[in-house]
């Protein structure tokens, strides 16, 4: 069939139909409200962040430096979101030289939901790659995998950055291990009041 031309057979295909119908179960214990962010890696830190700011109009929000990523990483800002996209260079010594989604994040309104998805993601054995508090943003998280690999976030409590653009310094940055950790050591200003507090692990 030629490109552009609509096949109106295979979109009323019984399989078209049941991926339709696909959807979330009854009784889900946390509710995805948007993507949050997209990571990105790429061969060029400096060229893509010229497109990103110069062409895009992204502004930047931190840097880490190689030390604490190889390659650099650049987290940037289209609202008040302290990262909307982020971008990983290519570190010394990398496998890979093909540009390739690092992770996808995904908010929940409220740090309750992220307990929740933790205890979901390991009553269906998803395997769980990091749970706590990150570093720039701030953001409370499970880090996880997708049946193909890919890396995937569920966080809440994304830094927000006013019209002063007036960005957390890192001396408040509380990066920690595991949920319970986040709960004990928030950083300035986030509330780490848990509506249901037996969602917290002994």
Same mark, same amino acid.
């Given at each position: 069939?030629?490109?552009?031309?609509?096949?109106?057979?295979?979109?009323?295909?019984?399989?078209?139909?049941?991926?339709?119908?696909?959807? +979330?179960?009854?009784?889900? +214990?946390?509710?995805?409200?948007?993507?949050?962010?997209?990571?990105?890696?790429?061969?060029?830190?400096?060229?893509?962040?010229?497109?990103?700011?110069?062409?895009?109009?992204?502004?930047?929000?931190?840097?880490?430096?190689?030390?604490?990523?190889?390659?650099?990483?650049?987290?940037?800002?289209?609202?008040?979101?302290?990262?909307?996209?982020?971008?990983?260079?290519?570190?010394?010594?990398?496998?890979?030289?093909?540009?390739?989604?690092?992770?996808?994040?995904?908010?929940?309104?409220?740090l309750d939901e992220v307990?929740?998805?933790?205890?979901?993601?390991?009553?269906?054995?998803?395997?769980?790659?990091?749970?706590?508090?990150?570093?720039?943003?701030?953001?409370?998280?499970?880090?996880?995998?997708?049946?193909?690999?890919?890396?995937?976030?569920?966080?809440?409590?994304?830094?927000?950055?006013?019209?002063?653009?007036?960005?957390? +310094?890192?001396?408040?940055?509380?990066?920690?291990?595991?949920?319970?950790?986040?709960?004990?050591?928030?950083?300035?200003?986030?509330?780490?009041?848990?509506?249901?507090?037996?969602?917290?692990?002994?």
């Open positions: 069939m030629a490109r552009g031309v609509i096949d109106w057979d295979a979109l009323k295909s019984p399989e078209i139909g049941a991926m339709r119908e696909m959807g +979330p179960p009854q009784g889900l +214990p946390f509710n995805i409200t948007k993507i949050g962010h997209v990571v990105l890696v790429v061969s060029d830190l400096e060229r893509s962040l010229d497109f990103y700011t110069r062409i895009l109009g992204f502004r930047v929000s931190d840097v880490y430096p190689d030390t604490m990523m190889p390659g650099r990483m650049v987290f940037m800002r289209c609202n008040n979101d302290h990262h909307g996209v982020a971008l990983v260079g290519q570190g010394e010594g990398a496998k890979s030289r093909h540009k390739e989604l690092h992770h996808m994040a995904f908010e929940v309104a409220t307990f929740r998805a933790r205890e979901h993601l390991q009553k269906h054995k998803v395997p769980i790659d990091f749970e706590g508090r990150r570093r720039a943003g701030v953001q409370v998280a499970v880090e996880f995998r997708d049946p193909d690999d890919h890396c995937l976030e569920i966080f809440w409590g994304l830094d927000q950055v006013g019209s002063g653009g007036d960005i957390r +310094p890192p001396d408040e940055w509380r990066e920690v291990f595991s949920l319970e950790d986040a709960l004990d050591n928030a950083p300035p200003g986030q509330d780490m009041t848990l509506q249901d507090p037996s969602l917290r692990r002994k």
